[in-house]
């Protein structure tokens, strides 16, 4: 590893904290530790971390609720949700909430860490593009480095990590048929899902930030049974 990573890990179950913190260590990363979502959060605003790995079921305030409130206030430090509820519903949840990836418990130490390394490298490919990281199209001008954006009509707006990440992709392409498929390997590294519900509710939310009339899409344009097309002069469907 070129430098060292940092990673919070928010676990109110001792043991399997201290399990994860110590095969992070041992892969070269800097872990601190905390029990509880009130210190998760804390510890998340106070900045200076890669990556979080956050329990779902804790006390003080449950992962969702840390999630959405370090996204209210500004924190774009991908998050890794762990979690015994392991329903579709629940996943969607978490990854509309602000999350960025979400690990049913039980699992392979293995597996979490390749879910840490794969975030990571996905968002080294976000961060990528000085002179790319700025989006005007249609009045609305997005930031790549800060997640904020103001619309057409003037209001501003703090946009998901996902949501930013799955514009920039098809901002990458413009023009060109993106696929579900695609998307997801972007946004979340590999497909975590079976139904492509999760992409069409994130486009859905570009729409309603981004087009004067979000049923009639200008900019975010659906090509049924394959993906999604970008154009940033607009045009009708």
Not at 21 to 48: F, K, P, Q, S
Not at 96 to 123: M, N, Q
Not at 163 to 187: H, N
Not at 209 to 227: A, C, K, L, Q
């Amino acid at each position: 590893m070129s430098e060292t990573r940092a990673v919070l890990v928010a676990d109110d179950e001792a043991n399997l904290a201290r399990g994860i913190a110590e095969n992070l260590i041992a892969e070269g990363y800097r872990v601190t530790t905390v029990g509880d979502g009130i210190a998760a959060l804390e510890e998340i605003l106070r900045g200076g971390y890669d990556l979080v790995v956050l329990d779902v079921m804790m006390p003080g305030l449950d992962g969702f609720a840390v999630c959405e409130e370090a996204r209210r206030q500004g924190s774009v430090t991908p998050i890794l949700f762990l979690t015994a509820r392991s329903g579709v519903d629940d996943r969607i949840r978490g990854l509309e909430a602000g999350g960025d990836d979400y690990l049913p418990k039980p699992f392979h130490l293995k597996e979490l860490l390749l879910r840490v390394r794969v975030i990571l490298r996905r968002w080294s490919w976000y961060a990528e593009g000085g002179d790319e990281a700025k989006l005007a199209f249609g009045g609305n001008e997005v930031d790549f480095r800060t997640f904020r954006a103001r619309a057409f009509d003037g209001g501003v707006h703090q946009l998901t990590q996902k949501e930013a990440m799955i514009l920039k992709a098809l901002a990458e392409r413009q023009g060109e048929v993106v696929s579900r498929d695609e998307l997801l390997e972007k946004a979340w590294g590999y497909e975590l899902y079976p139904s492509s519900r999760t992409v069409d509710n994130f486009i859905l939310r570009l729409r309603k930030r981004f087009e004067p009339d979000p049923e009639r899409p200008r900019y975010f344009h659906t090509m049924r049974g394959v993906g999604y097309r970008f154009t940033a002069r607009g045009e009708s469907e």
